[in-house]
């Protein structure tokens, strides 16, 4: 019977909601599960849309129900094990589920918060061609508000669970929560290993009545007439009540329509935010994102592929009498051979295109990454054991997969250029880029992988028959025949004829296919090998200035007592802070990925000198800092989109230094700005008082002049001041010998005082003993460096 869709407030959902307030959690659940099993469906009608709620939020995000993603066993383990067990796929929620399936009952969801372009079909009465959709539409009675979805207990259970991961996205946490270790994570894992098991078949409901069996969903008469994209196509479910209307039938027919049904659901509310119109929309950049998945979102993709590769590898051999595999195939083994391109394929290809062009320029594109490259390899979801060997070589991908390489080239040829791409506008020295990029080389660089790419792009360029309209389409989306376990599809014996059907349905008839191993990718690759020599380079340059700037420090040195820091300028970036072990990883990173792309794409060592030459030519005499990438014109040097490149992501940066008088310098932000003004004007005084006293020491041969000439002069400065074009009035400069009292407005000499004389203090040395000690340890360290740089050369008047 169908029960109507909205119940009055029942005496039992106000108990329910009371408790929500007054009782513990495992409390809660305890008399939850206890309601299940004593009250009939009827009954339990009334309350079931408020507990789905109540547990996955509201679909505004408003209600956060249990926020599953953020419980975690190890911060929450009593809730986190009670609600496993309550939402398992034998706990209570599924057998109140499967009660209330029994009786058919039917629940109202929102068009207005499915994924964009199946909301915006079904306003304009197209009928998507996910069969998931059919016969559910339904319009609003007089006064009702919005079009709504009639969903049987389980597809209205497993649509607030799979939307629940895109809706509750402002989720409180107030704790560092991993995703994988969620209860969100984990459910999702448990439900597809119980309803798409790679081993046996799918476990059969629980059920109140011993034999009894529930009744799947039936074909329901659909509530407004629409056009579709093609002829309806009835789902597997529809096919199999129709040819076996026994409930005894095999149990593994009866309920394949949960495993299609939860299949279905998953990939539309995860994947179905863009479609292919939309898609091509997105390419302009000044079209506004309309969803943007998290990191979250994409590891639980991933999880659902990696699934899918293991329960579509876990086929059993097909048989060689073609006669026989009519009557031996199951529908789940028949499932397992579709599954994956006629329910993946075409919106896991569109997202992920999004993602490469959309996605931040950081280290979270790694999960991107992760869920790309494990789509590519189903291999390594295989059932078989790779044989042990002693030597830790590089497995050979088995020449089984070339059919699944040609029927994804894009997803190995098209996504790879956008990677390209993304890795020429990244910082390579960063660890967790380095790795980005050595990861995709390792996965491509497999040995029989490049070769099977480049056959199926052979394959693509084959000359052929003009494909009619829309014909290619058959492939992938068997729309036209019933559903995929109708009579399948004649063999196809033109492997050409495949690739391009797989490519013109994801691009369309008028795509301009760009080869992977084509020249122009083949210059991308050489500008990323460029870079990655640069990257290198620039790495040990960092990590030679982070081993010489720890060799340098000095006990003075840290006071800011020696003259050259005032002088000198900083140079360096916010990379010499990422470590000397960081330096190593990414060296290490950089040196495979280059050696794996030599080996994908067949570079000679010529080209790599030639390369290694054109990126390290512009050193300075020490042969560690590089300018910026530029060319010479008669205005100067000019820099190139490289150059421009290198220095905003701090690769490279020109030598500035301050050449002007070191006193009139601009006040640096590690000085206090009263204390520089105001020794400026003491340093004055004393220099106008003590010029001809200071000239006269200057100008002695002994040990005392080559004293006061290392401390009191700047000849380099003087120098390049006095010939200057720039300084025209230089009689109202003292050139001569000078006292800098500057040094001490810094707050590491200020902060050092103070430790000096908090020390002086604690041992009773006194104000006095003080000023002794620090006098003396400046006058120690003005000997020592005047011994080192000045010796004993008598003075050049």
Request: overall charge neutral; aromatic content about 12%; charged content about 20%.
């Amino acid at each position: 019977m169908a029960g109507p869709h909205l119940q009055q407030p029942s005496f039992l959902l106000a108990t329910l909601k009371a408790d929500c307030v007054n009782k513990p959690f495992a409390q809660r659940c305890h008399d939850l599960e206890t309601v299940i099993e004593e009250l009939p469906a009827k009954e339990l009608h009334g309350i079931f849309q408020w507990l789905v709620e109540s547990i996955f939020g509201s679909l505004d995000g408003i209600i956060v129900g249990w926020n599953l993603r953020c419980l975690q066993g190890r911060t929450n383990p009593n809730e986190y094990s009670v609600a496993l067990d309550f939402l398992d796929p034998s706990g209570p929620m599924m057998k109140l589920v499967y009660k209330l399936q029994a009786e058919e009952y039917r629940y109202d969801f929102p068009v207005s918060y499915l994924p964009g372009p199946v909301k915006a079909s079904i306003q304009e009465q197209v009928l998507p061609e996910c069969s998931l959709y059919h016969n559910k539409v339904q319009f609003p009675s007089s006064g009702g508000l919005g079009l709504n979805l009639a969903l049987n207990p389980f597809e209205y259970y497993m649509f607030y669970f799979a939307i629940s991961l895109i809706t509750q996205k402002n989720s409180p946490v107030t704790h560092h929560v991993s995703p994988s270790n969620s209860a969100y994570f984990i459910l999702v894992d448990t439900y597809l290993k119980c309803f798409l098991p790679t081993e046996g078949s799918v476990l059969p409901p629980p059920s109140s009545n011993p034999g009894g069996a529930i009744p799947s969903p039936t074909p329901r008469s659909p509530a407004v007439p629409f056009s579709s994209y093609g002829m309806h196509h009835t789902s597997l479910l529809k096919r199999h009540i129709a040819h076996q209307p026994s409930v005894n039938a095999d149990p593994a027919s009866q309920e394949i329509w949960r495993s299609e049904t939860l299949l279905q659901i998953f990939v539309e509310m995860w994947l179905h935010h863009y479609s292919l119109e939309m898609y091509q929309k997105m390419q302009s950049p000044h079209v506004k994102e309309s969803f943007k998945p998290t990191e979250e979102h994409v590891l639980v993709v991933r999880l659902l592929v990696k699934h899918l590769h293991a329960f579509s590898n876990s086929l059993k051999p097909e048989p060689l009498s073609p006669s026989a595999h009519s009557h031996t195939a199951s529908p789940l083994e028949e499932f397992k051979r579709v599954v994956i391109p006629r329910f993946v394929q075409e919106k896991l290809y569109i997202f992920l295109q999004h993602c490469f062009g959309h996605w931040p320029l950081d280290a979270s594109f790694r999960a991107v990454l992760e869920m790309w490259l494990s789509y590519l390899q189903p291999w390594r979801y295989a059932p078989e054991k790779p044989p042990q060997s002693t030597e830790p070589l590089p497995r050979s991908v088995p020449e089984k997969w070339s059919s699944f390489i040609q029927e994804n080239l894009l997803m190995y040829t098209k996504l790879f250029v956008g990677f390209l791409n993304r890795a020429l506008r990244t910082d390579l020295v960063s660890p967790k880029n380095a790795l980005m990029v050595f990861r995709v080389a390792k996965v491509f660089a497999q040995p029989n992988l490049a070769e099977m790419i480049l056959k199926g792009e052979q394959l693509f360029l084959e000359p052929e028959l003009v494909i009619p309209h829309r014909q290619h389409r058959l492939f992938m989306s068997p729309t036209l025949g019933g559903s995929f376990l109708s009579s399948r599809s004649p063999a196809v014996t033109d492997a050409s004829f495949k690739v391009k059907s797989h490519v013109y349905s994801l691009e369309g008839q008028d795509f301009q296919y760009k080869q992977m191993f084509g020249a122009e990718v083949r210059n991308l690759v050489l500008k990323l090998a460029q870079l990655i020599c640069q990257a290198q380079q620039t790495a040990k340059s960092i990590s030679d200035h982070s081993a010489e700037t720890m060799a340098s420090q000095s006990f003075f040195s840290w006071f800011r007592f020696t003259p050259s820091e005032v002088n000198g300028s900083y140079t360096g970036n916010d990379l010499d802070e990422i470590g000397q072990d960081s330096i190593k990883k990414t060296d290490e990173y950089l040196e495979k990925a280059l050696e794996y792309l030599c080996q994908i794409f067949k570079l000679s060592e010529a080209q790599l000198t030639q390369m290694m030459m054109k990126c390290g030519t512009a050193q300075d005499e020490n042969g560690k800092k590089q300018l910026p990438d530029c060319i010479a014109s008669e205005n100067g040097l000019i820099l190139t989109p490289l150059g421009r490149y290198q220095i905003i992501n701090g690769l490279r940066r020109f030598e500035l230094q301050y050449q002007g008088d070191t006193e009139l310098q601009p006040i640096r932000s590690y000085e206090n700005a009263a204390l520089v003004r105001l020794l400026f004007r003491l340093s004055s005084v004393l220099n106008q008082r003590f010029a001809d006293e200071m000239e006269v020491l200057c100008s002695r041969d002994d040990f005392v002049g080559r004293l006061c000439r290392y401390h009191l002069t700047n000849p380099q400065l003087i120098q390049k001041i006095r010939y200057s074009p720039v300084v025209r009035d230089r009689t109202s400069h003292n050139w001569g010998p000078r006292i800098s009292l500057r040094f001490l407005a810094s707050y590491r000499t200020l902060i050092s005082l103070l430790m000096i004389y908090f020390l002086a203090s604690w041992f009773y040395v006194g104000p006095v003993g003080c000023t002794f000690i620090i006098l003396t340890g400046y006058f120690l360290y003005a000997v020592i460096m005047t011994f080192l740089f000045e010796g004993w050369k008598p003075h050049e008047h």
